[in-house]
């Protein structure tokens, strides 16, 4: 297991932008993601991409508006967030592990997690 750090959580109005990260402390597996969870709901896939693929895959409900970008050298994943909406609201976590690629969305394919970071958008 490794270390995750996530930053960029914050207060925002519908509409506006955040940009999230996370830095690991070191490699563990193929891939890195995020997910999210609302209050009194699961928490749910929104984002991932292997350290060897430039190809990202996204949760249907932030395809278009969250691009999820990564700087290997920095062990560092971005999450761009546009177009946010009161929907989006969510303790926001980054994780790592090694997933194949039928199982880059469950959860219990990642061995580390971050703390999680506040996102809220006011409508």
């Known amino acids: 297991q490794v270390q995750l750090v996530e930053s960029g959580g914050s207060l925002v109005q519908a509409g506006g932008s955040l940009k999230l990260s996370c830095v690991a402390s070191?490699?563990?597996?193929?891939?890195m993601a995020w997910f999210r969870q609302a209050p009194g709901k699961e928490r749910e896939f929104v984002a991932a991409?292997?350290?060897?693929?430039?190809?990202?895959r996204y949760a249907e409900s932030v395809k278009g508006r969250f691009t999820l970008t990564r700087d290997n050298a920095k062990n560092t994943v971005y999450l761009q967030m546009s177009s946010l909406r009161p929907e989006d609201t969510a303790v926001y976590y980054c994780?790592?592990?090694?997933?194949?690629?039928?199982?880059?969305?469950?959860?219990?394919?990642?061995?580390?997690w971050g703390q999680g970071t506040q996102v809220t958008v006011s409508s």
């Open positions: 991409i292997r350290w060897s693929s430039d190809s990202p």
């Open positions: 994780a790592a592990g090694n997933p194949i690629l039928t199982t880059m969305e469950r959860g219990a394919s990642y061995s580390s």
């Open positions: 070191g490699r563990d597996g193929r891939a």
